[in-house]
Structure formats: structure tokens, C-alpha cells
């Protein structure tokens, strides 16, 4: 997530005992930052080994730095500036702020973000982007003060799993079987498919390329996505479903756990190949999320599209998710 959290007038000073200082990447560091980004989201929250997973596994050619600001020697803000890998260009990147709450409204985003723009110059920057909840007023308002323009909207949508009702949905499964379709694991597959990582690899690439994005998507290597994946802690095999003709994977959707709440999941990719839509597989696919969610004693699925996407907004809705304050995509040109 990208987005900055405080409105001041441009220009505010800064509070006296403010210290703007380097990530070190300390025990005591990963700490601190992942402390205030959970108390700023705490819908959200993340570990300190989510982070350092995402750091070891982070392509070289990837740009990021990272900031604590501390307030009379306590860390209350942690900012960066990054490059995205899933939609690389050596002269974009995404800033991110997050100031803990009751030190919001002092000058200490500000003078965090004036110190990221400062340091990401040196790669003469095009564009930066930021990311915002439309219901947080304060970040909307920073963003935009500052020349942020808004470019996408994703809607977050969650389902009470306890409340869903799968009757309804009686014997879906095997009318698709009829149809020549079955559904598997990536348990299943990695024991009996010698070519199922080649294949997930594959499928992901050309699934991704479809999803709505405010820049044009990089694809992953095989490489990354080995690691990204496979070696991932919240990566979940039994959680991970794969549409089947014959032995053609034709469509996924898998869940991802969380580390800091085993009460919810999350959505990471529901997709069919273009010539298999139309033909009742996402469902079938979200189906089976929802009951391994269930079996797992999971309250709460968590997910994000794109607003325009009709197609998978129409299936989330119809399964009983609903609709949170929309994700707010920003971005600036830089002169």
C-alpha cells in the first residue's frame, strides 16, 4: 500500500525533537516501522517477518529506501520511496508515509515526505504515486495538495464467512465437471504434475496481464515466482485452486494467509483464460475458497478489483461480499 496520512498546510515546521533517520535494517528498526504501519492500518496489519521476507526476496534491479522519524528518541512515522516490480520503469516509484495517530496533524508527514521526495530525485523521477482510502480524508487531502492526481479505483470487498449460505450452490461443481472442468489443489498437482510450477508460472503471467492496473504490468519470471510463491509463509497449496481441462490449467484463484490475524484470508488472483469464460469457473473457484476458508475457521475473506471490473465485482457480489471504502490510486508527474 502507498499513501500519506496527514494534512498540514504546505510548509508547516516540523515539531522541535523531530529526527528524520535511515532504516537500518535492525531487529529494533523492522520492529518499530511495522508497529506504526499497523497502528495507521490496522485492518491491515502485517509482521515483521512479512517484511523481511519481502526484502530478501525483492529483485536486485528494484529501487527502495526506507525512513523512521522519531520524536523526542520515539519512533512515530515511518515513510519510503520504492519501485514496483509487478509494473517496472526505471523512472517511476510509489511514496508512503504513515505517521501513528496521535502524532497526525503536527508537520511530521510532511517533513517525512519532503525528505523522500528530496532523496528519489537523484533518479529523475517521471512520476510518483501514492495510494489512499477514499473514507481517510486526511491522506486524500495531503495527496492532493501536494499535485497527486487520481488515476484508479479498487474497490475492497470482504465477506462474513460464517454468514455465507453455499445451498444455493448445490451441485455447481459437478454440472461443470459435466462440462469437461474439475477443479484441483496445488497440493494435488505439485504430487502428480512433474510441469505444474511451469504451468502455475504460465497461467499467473497470462491472467495478470488482464487485470486492470495503472501502469502497464512487468511480468514475473519463473524465478521470482518460484520464490515469490512457493517459498512465501502465507503461501497456502491447499489454498490454492487450479481449473482443469485435461491437463490444461485454465484458471486459478488462491488465498494467501496472514501471519498477523489467522482470522482472515486473502484473495490474491481469481482469473480464466479468455477462451474458458463465460462458463461459470471464477465461481466455482471462489466456491471453493470459501470453504476452505470455512474448514480453516477463517471469519473473513478479504479482496480488491479494479471498480470497472464488472465481471468480478458481479461474482463477489452475488456470493455475499461487500463493498469497503475504495482504494484511491494517485499519481504525479514530475517536472
Known amino acids: 500500500m502507498s499513501t500519506a496520512r496527514e494534512q498540514i498546510p504546505l510548509g508547516c515546521p516540523a515539531p522541535n525533537g523531530l529526527t528524520i533517520r535511515p532504516f537500518t535494517a535492525s531487529d529494533a528498526d523492522y520492529s518499530d516501522a511495522v508497529r506504526v504501519v499497523n497502528a495507521v492500518f490496522p485492518e491491515y496489519r502485517d509482521t515483521v517477518g512479512d517484511w523481511r521476507f519481502e526484502d530478501a526476496n525483492r529483485a536486485a534491479y528494484i529501487q527502495r529506501r526506507r525512513w523512521l522519524a522519531d520524536l523526542d528518541g520515539v519512533t512515530v512515522a515511518y515513510g519510503n520511496y520504492s519501485q514496483f516490480e509487478g509494473m517496472y520503469h526505471p523512472r517511476k516509484f510509489g511514496v508512503f508515509v504513515a505517521v501513528l495517530p496521535a502524532h497526525q496533524g503536527q508537520g511530521i508527514a510532511a517533513a517525512l515526505y519532503d525528505e523522500i521526495v528530496s532523496a ?94 495503472p501502469e502497464p504490468h512487468t511480468p514475473i519470471t519463473r524465478e521470482a515466482y518460484d520464490s515469490w510463491v512457493f517459498a512465501n509463509p502465507n503461501f497456502l497449496p491447499d489454498g490454492y485452486f487450479v481449473a482443469l481441462d485435461g491437463s490444461d490449467y485454465v484458471g486459478c484463484s488462491f488465498l494467501w494467509n496472514s501471519q498477523a490475524d489467522p482470522t482472515e484470508l486473502y ?69
Not at 463465460?278 to 473473513?300: E, P
Request: proline share 4%; charged share 30%; glycine share 6%.
Open 120 to 213: 528519489v530525485r537523484r533518479f529523475n523521477p517521471i512520476s510518483l504515486r501514492a495510494r489512499a482510502r477514499d473514507d481517510m480524508s486526511r491522506s486524500m487531502r495531503f495527496l492532493q495538495n501536494r499535485g497527486y492526481q487520481e488515476d484508479m479505483r479498487e474497490w475492497e470487498s470482504r465477506l462474513d464467512v460464517d454468514a455465507f449460505d453455499p445451498a444455493p450452490y448445490a451441485g455447481y461443481e459437478a454440472a461443470l465437471r459435466a462440462d469437461g472442468i474439475r477443479i484441483a489443489t496445488v497440493t494435488e498437482l505439485l504430487d502428480k504434475d512433474p510441469d505444474c510450477r511451469e504451468k502455475l508460472w504460465a497461467l499467473d503471467v497470462e491472467l495478470t496481464n488482464d487485470v486492470p492496473s
Open 267 to 335: 484473495i490474491g488472483l481469481t482469473g480464466v483464460r479468455r477462451a474458458y469464460r463465460r462458463r461459470g469457473i471464477a465461481l466455482a473457484l471462489k466456491l471453493h475458497d470459501i470453504a476452505f476458508a470455512r474448514q480453516r475457521g477463517v471469519k473473513l475473506i478479504k479482496t480488491w478489483n479494479e471498480q470497472n471490473n464488472r465481471g468480478m465485482l458481479s461474482i463477489n457480489e452475488a456470493l455475499g461480499f461487500m463493498k469497503q471504502p475504495p482504494w484511491v490510486n494517485f499519481v504525479k508527474k514530475c517536472d
